[in-house]
């Protein structure tokens, strides 16, 4: 046989060895490092009672919305083509007519003309004058001629929801009235309020358009404000032309003037209305009962402009009987 495949056998054979006894140690022989770690288990919850040791029950977790205490329907009579109650903290619906329905907003526009305002941050004590290209003659508050401060416009346009208050306004705000219209689109689309349009601040225009349902949002985002809440609950405000005698403004909310009867307590009561004929008669309102609870309600195109507030508070009275809010007692049964 030749030599170099001898040589190549032999070296073959020792490799082969040389395999064999790796594997052979490597199985009989583990090390310490190839030992397999588990986690820990934890302990189950222990809890003494009576000097025993018993497992601990865990938590249960309850709602934070109000919730239904008994079965039967909101038998409130309703002459508004729409209507929306939610609860103020949770956005809980607890009842809707239609909330979906884009109807004219009219006067509760201000709202969203409100919010731009302030966004706006004007001079408050700076003055302007009505002229007649901001004058509207349904405006029974200010005459044409007259200056009133920015502030006192202010009071004017939310207290008696007058429009050339919020036209002079708007006119003092240092941008121009095109400008001033798209911000508030732009706001209600930033804060996702899509039904909501507008083509103008006052409302007037029935092109100012959207549903109760994104029209209960727009009043808690503007309600958020302290300015604006704390004029909403304002009964009535004496106004003040400059060189002129005080003038007397009586808010449009009947509830918070209790010319339409309610049980609502002083200081509870923060709400907008509206009206132009293509609307009838809008209102939305933020209401809270002794206990804490808020409810907002919306109702559009009713029949009255004493319906728009009896509709509203017997939509807000039914929610108060028949929900149970958290901290109420009875809620815990009810949320198991």
Same mark, same amino acid.
């Given at each position: ?24 140690? #490597?199985?009989? +022989? ?24 018993? $497992? ?5 977790? /309850?709602? *934070? ?40 907003? =009219? ?32 405006? /029974?508050?200010? *005459? %044409? ?8 416009? &202010? ?15 708007? *006119?003092? #705000? ?14 209600? /689309?930033? @804060?996702?309020?899509? #039904?909501?349009? $507008? ?22 985002? !503007?309600? =958020?404000?302290?300015?604006?809440? *704390? ?18 403004? &009586?808010? %449009?909310?009947? @509830?918070?003037?209790? &010319?339409?009867?309610?049980? $609502? ?15 009838? +008669? ?19 195109? =009713?029949?009255?402009?004493? !319906? ?9 009275? &039914?929610?108060?009987? /028949? ?14």
């Amino acid at each position: 046989m030749p030599k170099n495949i001898i040589d190549f056998i032999s070296s073959f054979g020792i490799m082969l060895v040389g395999v064999v006894f790796l594997f052979v140690g #490597s199985v009989s +022989y583990p090390q310490a490092s190839q030992k397999i770690s588990f986690l820990p288990k934890s302990k189950p919850r222990i809890i003494m009672v009576g000097g025993d040791e018993q $497992f601990a029950a865990l938590p249960i977790s /309850h709602p *934070n919305v109000p919730l239904k205490k008994d079965q039967q329907p909101c038998d409130v009579k309703l002459t508004a083509v729409t209507a929306i109650l939610m609860d103020d903290k949770t956005d809980t619906v607890l009842f809707e007519k239609n909330a979906d329905t884009v109807r004219p907003l =009219a006067s509760i526009s201000k709202l969203m003309s409100a919010l731009v305002l302030l966004d706006l941050n004007p001079d408050w004590k700076k003055v302007v004058e009505i002229t007649p290209d901001i004058y509207d003659s349904n405006s /029974h508050f200010i *005459n %044409t001629g007259e200056k009133f401060t920015m502030g006192d416009l &202010w009071n004017i346009a939310l207290v008696g929801s007058s429009n050339s208050a919020i036209n002079a306004l708007v *006119n003092g #705000s240092g941008i121009k009235m095109e400008d001033f219209v798209n911000k508030m689109n732009e706001k209600a /689309h930033d @804060l996702r309020l899509r #039904s909501l349009r $507008f083509v103008e601040p006052t409302g007037i225009d029935e092109r100012d358009v959207g549903s109760a349902r994104d029209t209960a949002r727009l009043l808690k985002y !503007a309600l =958020a404000s302290d300015k604006i809440y *704390n004029t909403l609950q304002t009964p009535e405000y004496y106004a003040q032309p400059l060189d002129k005698k005080q003038r007397r403004i &009586w808010t %449009t909310d009947w @509830l918070l003037t209790k &010319w339409v009867p309610n049980k $609502f307590g002083d200081l509870t009561i923060a709400g907008k209305t509206g009206f132009i004929d293509g609307s009838k +008669y809008n209102f939305a309102v933020r209401i809270e009962n002794g206990g804490k609870r808020a409810i907002r309600t919306v109702v559009f195109g =009713a029949d009255t402009v004493e !319906a728009r507030f009896s509709e509203a508070r017997d939509l807000a009275t &039914w929610a108060f009987e /028949h929900y149970s809010w958290p901290g109420d007692i009875g809620y815990e049964k009810l949320a198991q």
